[in-house]
T-cell receptor, first 114, second 118 residues
Framework: NAGVTQTPKFRVLKTGQSMTLLCAQD?????MYWYRQDPGMGLRLIHY???????AKGEVPDGYNVSRLKKQNFLLGLESAAPSQTSVYFC?????????????FGQGTRLTVV | AQKITQTQPGMFVQEKEAVTLDCTYD???????LFWYKQPSSGEMIFLIY??????QNATEGRYSLNFQKARKSANLVISASQLGDSAMYFC???????????????FGKGTHLIIQP
């Protein structure tokens, strides 16, 4: 049972380069999320999706785009990477939107922008 | 204003002692959920315990319990008989009901770095 899988696990980018982070879940969850984790800041929501074909902005969406073309996949794109986007990125999914719904996390992607 | 406040950036505790990690929250919703996650040095996020706003009893999961004081908007995590393997970052998080819709995920605190000493 894979759960939530993120690809890649590590990446180094040069300023201005683009990349896409892939999140795949095999639990048939409707809701998916992208967070970034910075030292001393906890996890902050970048974008989220409430179902296939839908996306919405979270707390810190600037500089990122997302797509949810298939229910099981949620992609996070950086069109022109900046050093401020150096962070650990987590994808998560939830089966429903009730308050008791636990979020299942991927293992994280450590991104460094130089 | 922060929705989740964890006032202890770091804590050192002797092995086998009980630990209380503080968490206060801010919401105007009547329906909400409170979560604690553990992040060891390996980086993954591990779900520990959940408390619903309408739950009358404090949640417990093995050595973990949640001291829920609704009037004070407090949801402290208690770890009994701490072990070396409990050393990790601990995050308190909230999912709001009506105003947040519940669908826009969890809001996290900044975390507490717990170190268990032998």
């Amino acid at each position: 049972n894979a759960g939530v899988t993120q690809t890649p696990k590590f990446r180094v980018l040069k300023t201005g380069q683009s990349m896409t982070l892939l999140c795949a879940q095999d639990m048939n969850h409707e809701y998916m999320y992208w967070y970034r984790q910075d030292p001393g800041m906890g996890l902050r929501l970048i974008h989220y999706s409430v179902g296939e074909g839908t996306t919405a902005k979270g707390e810190v969406p600037d500089g990122y785009n997302v797509s949810r073309l298939k229910k099981q996949n949620f992609l996070l794109g950086l069109e022109s990477a900046a050093p401020s986007q150096t962070s650990v990125y987590f994808c998560a999914s939830s089966p429903w939107d009730r308050v008791g719904s636990e979020a299942f996390f991927g293992q994280g992607t450590r991104l460094t922008v130089v | 204003a922060q929705k989740i406040t964890q006032t202890q950036p770091g804590m050192f505790v002797q092995e086998k002692e009980a630990v209380t990690l503080d968490c206060t929250y801010d919401t105007s919703d009547q329906s909400y959920g409170l979560f604690w996650y553990k992040q060891p040095s390996s980086g993954e996020m591990i779900f520990l315990i959940y408390q619903g706003s309408y739950d009358e009893q404090n949640a417990t999961e093995g050595r973990y319990s949640l001291n829920f004081q609704k009037a004070r908007k407090s949801a402290n995590l208690v770890i009994s008989a701490s072990q070396l393997g409990d050393s990790a970052m601990y995050f308190c998080a909230m999912r709001e009901g009506y105003s947040g819709g519940g669908a826009d995920g969890l809001t996290f605190g900044k975390g507490t770095h717990l170190i268990i000493q032998p």
